[in-house]
């Protein structure tokens, strides 16, 4: 009891001659019974902090939040009230650092945060704009390298029909030529026919005296069997030949009429890992396009040459009537880009 009527009596004394802060915790931990040691041993500070602290010398001391810690444990060893004893320690070294640091924070902290609010859509409309034009420039370099080459294609391709007509016209016209010799047998009858009235002119044969005919020409008798006999041996060769010339002119005709077209090739496109495409053939009706699996095979259609974009070059196999073709040297950088005209 006397302990605690001494310690009140000595608070209120200090409190009424308002002493340092450092006289303030020594006559505490006198109160108390506490030498200097024990002091530090119970707040885990050396003797020498101790006794600056009772001596308000701070100048040896570490950062004033450390300083502060170590009043506030000196008078909970000591059973003083922390409030008081912070208020005091922070009138004798006032915090300008958490003064400053108080009337800007808030500015600061209402400055970062739409800050930050405003730089996510920014970045985000940034990000959409680029992809956007990644993907039209990507596009338009496609249709610009998939259209190459292909008027100049087509244009060669076209005169390809009118050839095939062309002939008939002129074997038509050359049967024609060939036809006109034909009336020949029947101008040769014509133009022998006269020659048959002579004989025929004089009338009917008198019959001369048997003398007479044995002393009078004897061509002049035979001579109606050998007009008959003549057109005999003239008509047949003539026929022959007609035919000859007939079949000569129309033999032509008839492979130059009929012309076998050479099949189409064959191009296979054989996958053996996944490879993205872009195949199209030269009417850019027949493509093939997109993300095609590993063990799968596709055979091309359409008109070729073909364009052909192939991606993961390395694990496609590409055949050509049944021949493996060669992707390595179209290849850069595992895309094959080529014009295929099998």
């Known amino acids: 009891m006397s ?70 444990n000196y008078a909970r060893a000591v059973n003083l009230p922390t409030d008081s004893v912070l208020a005091q320690f922070d009138r004798l070294w006032p915090d300008e650092e958490t003064s400053i640091s108080v009337s800007e924070s808030p500015r600061l902290a209402a400055d970062a945060r739409p800050r930050r609010r405003r730089s996510r859509p920014g970045l985000w409309l940034a990000l959409l704009v680029l992809a956007g034009l990644g993907a039209a420039w990507w596009q338009g370099y496609l249709d610009d390298y998939l259209g190459r080459g292909q008027p100049a294609e087509v244009a060669g391709s076209a005169p390809a029909p009118a050839e095939i007509p062309a002939p008939a016209p002129k074997a038509e016209g050359e049967g024609a030529t060939a036809l006109a010799p034909l009336p020949t047998p029947e101008d040769e009858k014509t133009a022998e026919a006269p020659a048959a009235p002579p004989v025929s002119g004089s009338g009917e044969l008198p019959l001369p005296p048997p003398p007479a005919v044995a002393e009078s020409p004897a061509p002049v008798a035979p001579s109606p069997p050998a007009a008959s006999e003549a057109p005999a ?65 596709h055979t091309l259609g359409g008109e070729p040459p073909y364009n052909v974009v192939i991606g993961n070059a390395r694990g496609v196999e590409l055949l050509v009537n049944g021949k493996p073709y060669d992707l390595a040297s179209r290849t850069r950088g595992n895309v094959a880009r080529f014009t295929l005209k099998p």
């Open 3 to 72: 302990a605690l009527m001494a310690e009140q009596e000595q608070n209120e004394g200090i409190q009424l001659a308002v002493p340092g802060l450092g006289d303030r915790l020594k006559a505490a931990r006198m109160a108390c019974n506490l030498d200097l040691g024990r002091l530090a041993a119970r707040i885990h500070l050396t003797a020498d902090v101790v006794d600056a602290l009772e001596r308000d010398d701070y100048s040896d001391m570490p950062a004033r939040v450390f300083v502060r810690g170590y009043v506030r």
């Open 233 to 297: 041996t003239v008509t047949a060769p003539a026929s022959d030949a007609a035919a000859a010339s007939v079949s000569e002119a129309a033999a032509p005709a008839e492979p130059q009429a009929a012309p076998t077209p050479p099949p189409p090739p064959q191009v296979v496109v054989r996958f053996r890992r996944n490879s993205w495409v872009d195949i199209r053939d030269s009417t850019r009706k027949f493509k093939l396009v997109g993300i095609m699996k590993a063990g799968t095979e």
